[in-house]
């Protein structure tokens, strides 16, 4: 038990507030093992799920802080070491953000709820796209297709640019624009060198008075498609190092998306784990212990 105060519990996480008088504005963030898909929180945990999404979420902030600096913004991070003990390497200690009320997503390949509006309007909400695409092509440039940020239990919704505008000003939209898609053109081209397709991804950002901050995680797979590059194939649904396999399973059982999600079992719980676990160690370099 953290003997701090909890300010909130999301689908994967706990947020405490670890502020002091000495250092005020100060959020401890830890990531569960619990995961979540169609919106429902999972019964059945990944083992060392949380410490995963920490780590590559902390080398990411590193691989990226020069994009954001070049931007006029930084990211939240503060250490991951001054954390209690109980939570050490799934916990990070953050700056606490005005956070915008927008999931800024970025998109360099056609894949998922962005196939199936693809196919139906033959755009992503006010993102017009070529004729021809299939699930799995590449764009010819990435996109920002953006989306409302729901609570647990809720949908996010796709959203197009001008409701960003409408909710953050002109001025900033633009700027969550420029940046998502700076940000996902790095972190493609570090993924690409490790042998990885970044499909898509979405970044979280809030405000230190009014200067932008990068929050939440970062290119983990809860939050992006990471695809192995050997055997992108447009046409299908590509293998890949995230959760999808265990979105694939629950389509698969025959589950309704609105009772209660069933356990998942073992070998899907197994498989799961070594796929965050290879998406971690390509992006990396380094051995997860």
Do not use: N
């Not at 953290?2 to 994967?12: E, M, T």
């Not at 796709?158 to 940000?183: F, M």
């Not at 290119?219 to 992006?224: E, G, K």
């Not at 046409?235 to 396999?245: E, I, L, N, R």
């Amino acid at each position: 038990m953290i003997d701090l105060p909890l300010v909130a519990r999301g689908k994967v996480r706990e947020i405490y507030d670890a502020s002091s008088p000495a250092a005020p504005g100060r959020l401890l963030l830890v990531a569960s093992d619990r995961i979540s898909a169609y919106d429902h929180v999972l019964p059945t945990p990944i083992p060392d799920k949380g410490v995963v999404l920490t780590r590559l979420s902390v080398w990411w902030f590193e691989q990226l802080a020069p994009v954001l600096s070049a931007a006029g913004a930084s990211h939240h991070l503060i250490s991951t070491s001054d954390v209690p003990a109980e939570v050490a390497g799934r916990a990070m200690l953050v700056r606490r953000l005005d956070m915008l009320p927008v999931e800024c997503v970025a998109r360099g390949y056609l894949s998922g709820s962005g196939t199936v509006e693809y196919a139906r309007t033959g755009s992503i909400r006010d993102v017009a796209l070529p004729a021809g695409l299939v699930e799995g092509s590449k764009l010819p440039s990435p996109v920002f297709t953006p989306s409302t940020k729901a609570e647990v239990g809720e949908h996010d919704e796709a959203i197009d640019y001008a409701a960003v505008v409408g909710a953050v000003g002109a001025a900033r939209a633009e700027q969550l624009r420029e940046l998502t898609l700076a940000l996902y053109s790095r972190a493609a081209e570090i993924a690409v060198d490790a042998g990885i397709v970044l499909a898509d991804t979405k970044f979280e950002f809030g405000l230190a008075g009014d200067s932008l901050v990068l929050g939440d995680e970062v290119l983990t797979p809860d939050s992006s498609r990471f695809w192995p590059a050997a055997t992108w194939s447009p046409g299908a649904v590509q293998p890949s190092y995230d959760k999808q396999y265990v979105r694939d399973w629950l389509t698969s059982s025959g589950w309704d998306r609105v009772s209660a999600p069933p356990e998942l079992p073992a070998d899907v719980v197994a498989a799961t784990r070594e796929r965050y676990v290879t998406a971690y160690e390509r992006l990396t370099g380094q051995t997860f212990a």
